[in-house]
């Protein structure tokens, strides 16, 4: 890369010659009356600064609150403010700092905080809205700005397909341009003069010399014309501003998430007109490219593997080399024949995706952001506590603050707020960290308010809320559960044989029941077979297995011989993933095979073990909550699940639910029948023995918590 310009550059009185004002070794300009320059005003450490602004050190400091807070630990622990003494959130005051606004993800910030003092490259992994871009935007309010650069791209008289770069201090460019385009001014009116001084002798000497007044016209046409065309020539040496960060006040920051090639790496736009002295000048058609506009600060890339292959190995240039050319992208453009000098990319680098984004992306840039610095998993929940519900209550005022429309909200509807942040982490004793898709729940509640003209966005508002805001997902839930009950495709009443109502999650926060049934069958074949319909998925697939060895080892049946019927009903185009049914399959399957009916008020969910354990599974919450809407009036729950369960106040009344940890315990409550049931279920109990009373299914060995199936 040159830092220096060619001594045929610039014109200089009508001349080929120097900058006007060339940098010397050390960054000044020669001839200027300041012979070092100083840097912009808010570029200028300032004492005070450096007295009270907080540094790099401070991060993941304890932010104070104005509110009083009690100090009673007893209270502070059961209150969902966390003994916050508050009436609204207009009390609470927002950090400054986008650091201090991050709610929870202590791990993921302070290694924003080594890699900003260090200038490291980041790769956060995570679920959607967790902080990921927040993070980002931190960490470039963290780099120092002082360094930030000007580029500026000159023609190159030798080769006008390859543009130098030149590097200054922030600033400095335009200074440097509008001394050329002063200079090119200065010349212009000389060559004006000029031109109309030959116009006017020529004119002068075909008129009274020759008589002929229309070739004095031809000739001040041609005159002028030639003139022009002089000009643009001159012109072509004003040098292009590539990148300016004259008023940048941090270090940059750069959003390329989705962006095409051109707009990441920096394009050439295309000139339709190449010759006959009408062409743009290849540098004055040089666009920077996101890369490029980072440097000294911070490029964010979410979604990283969405990239094309091309553009991740010249990522991967970029970061490495520190420098990359600008070229045209498009192979049929006339850009395509440009290539500058590098282009300095000394950025911070944050990649950003979810778990499959590591399956997609390219090996080689992963490697390099490994070896030059950190990778991070974003957590989904934080566990529970005053501290965090303080945090919790500051972003509520945070996110009216930063919407600036919004009413602040009172002390119960914060409250409410919390309480879906608990129920949405589907964990005892964690709140959720997924934050945008709760900030749109407050928001959602702020307009309410604000359409109704009210001064404060109450807990009513909230509520109201919740109902708006359904994902699409729970609204096509509900949607079946209503279509089902007028067709009478869901049943909850009575027993009915070889039927049993399931449950299962669409999306991330929405429950919807789905029926299964069973049918046995003599077989047509050679052995008995399994056959499961309604578009199940590889794992749903696994667990039917599973549950043919449950059938095998519980029941007298000889199945040897019968083909085994599981049918799902109405799943949909998007099937059935998860093993989250097993016990539902196993019911039925037991059902079909005894010829015992299953009590159709009754709802389950639950995964299976290949012994009759009865699992944890995910969406519990939900899940109870569909089977309430459904009209059923009992569900079946893994025991390990129990704590978990976090379901809204309308539905606790609504609905008994019943922890299980064994099959066994699954077919005692919900088949019908004294005789039959009695026997089958003390069958189960005497093949199992001792291994029910002694084995405890609510945690596995080690004493961790269950990971849902």
Same mark, same amino acid.
């Given at each position: 890369?040159?830092?220096?310009?060619?001594?045929?550059?610039?014109? #200089?009185?009508?001349?080929?010659?120097?900058?006007?004002?060339?940098?010397?070794?050390?960054?000044?300009?020669?001839?200027?009356?300041?012979?070092?320059?100083?840097?912009?005003?808010?570029?200028?450490?300032?004492?005070?600064?450096?007295?009270?602004?907080?540094?790099?050190?401070?991060?993941?400091?304890?932010?104070?609150?104005?509110?009083?807070? #009690?100090?009673?630990?007893?209270?502070?622990?059961?209150?969902?403010?966390?003994?916050?003494?508050?009436?609204?959130?207009?009390?609470?005051?927002?950090?400054?700092? +986008?650091?201090?606004?991050?709610?929870?993800?202590?791990?993921?910030?302070?290694?924003?905080?080594?890699?900003?003092?260090?200038?490291?490259?980041?790769?956060?992994?995570?679920?959607?809205?967790?902080?990921?871009?927040?993070?980002?935007?931190?960490?470039?309010? +963290?780099?120092?700005?002082?360094?930030?650069?000007?580029?500026?791209?000159?023609?190159?008289?030798?080769?006008?397909?390859?543009?130098?770069?030149?590097?200054?201090?922030?600033?400095?460019?335009?200074?440097?341009?509008?001394?050329?385009?002063?200079?090119?001014?200065?010349?212009?009116?000389?060559?004006?003069?000029?031109?109309?001084?030959?116009?006017?002798?020529?004119?002068?000497?075909?008129?009274?010399?020759?008589?002929?007044?229309? /070739?004095?016209?031809?000739?001040?046409?041609?005159?002028?014309?030639?003139?022009?065309?002089?000009?643009?020539?001159?012109?072509?040496?004003?040098?292009?501003?590539?990148?300016?960060?004259?008023?940048?006040?941090?270090?940059?920051?750069?959003?390329?998430?989705?962006?095409?090639?051109?707009?990441? +790496?920096?394009?050439?736009?295309?000139?339709?007109?190449?010759?006959?002295?009408?062409?743009?000048?290849?540098?004055?058609?040089?666009?920077?490219?996101?890369?490029?506009?980072?440097?000294?600060?911070?490029?964010?890339?979410?979604?990283?593997?969405?990239?094309?292959?091309?553009?991740?190995?010249? +990522?991967?240039?970029?970061?490495?080399?520190?420098?990359?050319? /600008?070229?045209?992208?498009?192979?049929?453009?006339?850009?395509?024949?440009?290539?500058?000098?590098?282009?300095?990319?000394?950025?911070?680098?944050?990649?950003?995706?979810?778990?499959?984004?590591?399956?997609?992306?390219?090996?080689?840039?992963?490697?390099?952001?490994?070896?030059?610095?950190?990778?991070?998993?974003?957590?989904?929940?934080?566990?529970?506590?005053?501290?965090?519900?303080?945090?919790?209550?500051?972003?509520?005022?945070?996110?009216?603050?930063?919407?600036?429309?919004?009413?602040?909200?009172?002390?119960?509807?914060?409250?409410?707020?919390?309480?879906?942040?608990?129920?949405?982490?589907?964990?005892?004793?964690?709140?959720?960290?997924?934050?945008?898709?709760?900030?749109?729940?407050?928001?959602?509640?702020?307009?309410?308010?604000?359409?109704?003209?009210?001064?404060?966005?109450?807990?009513?508002?909230?509520?109201?809320?919740?109902?708006?805001?359904?994902?699409?997902?729970?609204?096509?839930?509900? #949607?079946?559960?209503?279509?089902?009950?007028?067709?009478?495709?869901?049943?909850?009443?009575?027993?009915?044989?070889?039927?049993?109502?399931?449950?299962?999650?669409?999306?991330?926060?929405?429950?919807?029941?789905?029926?299964?049934?069973?049918?046995?069958?003599?077989?047509?074949?050679?052995?008995?077979?399994?056959?499961?319909?309604?578009?199940?998925?590889?794992?749903?697939?696994?667990?039917?297995?599973?549950?043919?060895? /449950?059938?095998?080892?519980?029941?007298?049946?000889?199945?040897?011989?019968?083909?085994?019927?599981?049918?799902?009903?109405?799943?949909?185009?998007?099937?059935?993933?998860?093993?989250?049914?097993?016990?539902?399959?196993?019911?039925?399957? /037991?059902?079909?095979?005894?010829?015992?009916?299953?009590?159709?008020?009754?709802?389950?969910?639950?995964?299976?073990?290949?012994?009759?354990?009865?699992?944890?599974?995910?969406?519990?919450?939900?899940?109870?909550?569909?089977?309430?809407?459904?009209?059923?009036?009992?569900?079946?729950?893994?025991?390990?699940?129990?704590?978990?369960?976090?379901?809204?106040?309308?539905?606790?009344?609504?609905?008994?639910?019943?922890?299980?940890?064994?099959?066994?315990?699954?077919?005692?409550?919900?088949?019908?029948?004294?005789?039959?049931?009695?026997?089958?279920?003390?069958?189960?109990?005497?093949?199992?023995?001792?291994a029910l009373e002694s084995s405890d299914v609510t945690k596995p060995a080690g004493g961790s918590e269950p990971t849902p199936q």
């Amino acid at each position: 890369m040159s830092n220096e310009t060619d001594d045929t550059d610039v014109p #200089d009185e009508g001349e080929q010659g120097e900058d006007p004002f060339p940098l010397n070794g050390s960054g000044a300009r020669e001839g200027d009356p300041d012979e070092q320059p100083d840097p912009p005003a808010e570029q200028q450490p300032r004492e005070e600064d450096e007295d009270e602004a907080p540094g790099i050190e401070d991060l993941g400091s304890e932010v104070e609150f104005d509110a009083e807070i #009690d100090d009673d630990e007893e209270i502070g622990k059961d209150d969902l403010l966390g003994g916050l003494r508050i009436d609204s959130t207009d009390e609470i005051e927002v950090p400054d700092r +986008l650091v201090d606004q991050v709610i929870g993800q202590e791990h993921a910030r302070d290694v924003v905080m080594k890699a900003a003092k260090q200038r490291r490259h980041v790769m956060m992994i995570g679920s959607p809205g967790t902080g990921k871009s927040m993070l980002a935007k931190a960490m470039a309010e +963290l780099l120092p700005k002082e360094e930030l650069q000007d580029v500026l791209v000159y023609h190159n008289p030798d080769d006008s397909n390859e543009p130098k770069v030149r590097t200054v201090p922030a600033g400095k460019g335009e200074q440097i341009i509008d001394a050329h385009k002063e200079e090119a001014q200065k010349r212009d009116q000389l060559r004006s003069l000029l031109m109309w001084i030959v116009i006017a002798v020529v004119a002068g000497y075909a008129i009274l010399a020759m008589g002929n007044p229309i /070739i004095a016209v031809i000739a001040a046409v041609l005159i002028y014309i030639g003139f022009q065309y002089i000009s643009r020539g001159s012109d072509a040496m004003i040098p292009n501003l590539l990148v300016d960060n004259a008023d940048t006040k941090t270090a940059p920051f750069e959003d390329a998430t989705g962006a095409h090639a051109g707009a990441l +790496l920096g394009d050439v736009r295309h000139d339709p007109f190449q010759s006959g002295g009408m062409e743009t000048p290849s540098h004055d058609r040089v666009e920077a490219g996101a890369i490029h506009k980072a440097n000294k600060g911070v490029l964010f890339i979410d979604e990283i593997n969405t990239l094309d292959v091309r553009s991740q190995q010249h +990522l991967m240039t970029a970061v490495q080399e520190g420098e990359f050319g /600008i070229t045209g992208q498009s192979e049929r453009s006339s850009g395509a024949m440009v290539q500058t000098e590098p282009v300095p990319t000394d950025f911070v680098m944050v990649a950003a995706g979810n778990l499959d984004a590591m399956e997609n992306m390219h090996p080689a840039l992963r490697n390099r952001i490994r070896g030059y610095g950190y990778e991070v998993y974003m957590d989904d929940t934080i566990r529970d506590s005053p501290e965090m519900r303080r945090k919790y209550a500051r972003f509520v005022a945070q996110e009216v603050e930063n919407d600036g429309r919004l009413p602040h909200f009172t002390d119960d509807a914060v409250e409410e707020v919390i309480l879906e942040a608990r129920r949405r982490s589907g964990r005892k004793d964690h709140l959720t960290l997924e934050l945008r898709s709760l900030g749109g729940l407050v928001r959602v509640a702020g307009d309410i308010a604000r359409g109704e003209g009210a001064d404060a966005t109450t807990r009513e508002h909230v509520l109201e809320a919740k109902g708006r805001s359904r994902s699409i997902e729970q609204q096509l839930a509900d #949607d079946y559960i209503e279509r089902r009950k007028d067709y009478e495709l869901q049943v909850s009443e009575g027993h009915e044989v070889g039927r049993v109502n399931g449950l299962a999650v669409m999306g991330d926060d929405s429950g919807i029941m789905l029926p299964v049934m069973a049918e046995i069958t003599p077989s047509q074949g050679m052995g008995g077979q399994v056959i499961a319909t309604g578009q199940l998925q590889e794992m749903a697939e696994e667990s039917v297995q599973n549950v043919s060895a /449950i059938i095998k080892k519980y029941t007298d049946e000889q199945i040897s011989d019968k083909d085994i019927h599981i049918q799902f009903i109405q799943t949909g185009q998007q099937g059935v993933d998860g093993d989250s049914a097993s016990i539902t399959v196993a019911t039925a399957v /037991i059902s079909a095979l005894e010829n015992i009916g299953v009590d159709q008020s009754l709802a389950m969910t639950g995964s299976l073990s290949v012994r009759g354990d009865v699992l944890p599974v995910g969406g519990v919450t939900h899940k109870i909550e569909a089977a309430a809407k459904a009209g059923c009036d009992r569900v079946i729950i893994p025991q390990a699940n129990e704590q978990d369960v976090m379901i809204e106040d309308e539905y606790k009344d609504m609905i008994e639910i019943i922890p299980v940890s064994h099959i066994s315990e699954v077919l005692e409550v919900a088949l019908e029948g004294e005789g039959e049931k009695d026997s089958l279920v003390s069958r189960l109990k005497s093949i199992t023995g001792s291994a029910l009373e002694s084995s405890d299914v609510t945690k596995p060995a080690g004493g961790s918590e269950p990971t849902p199936q």
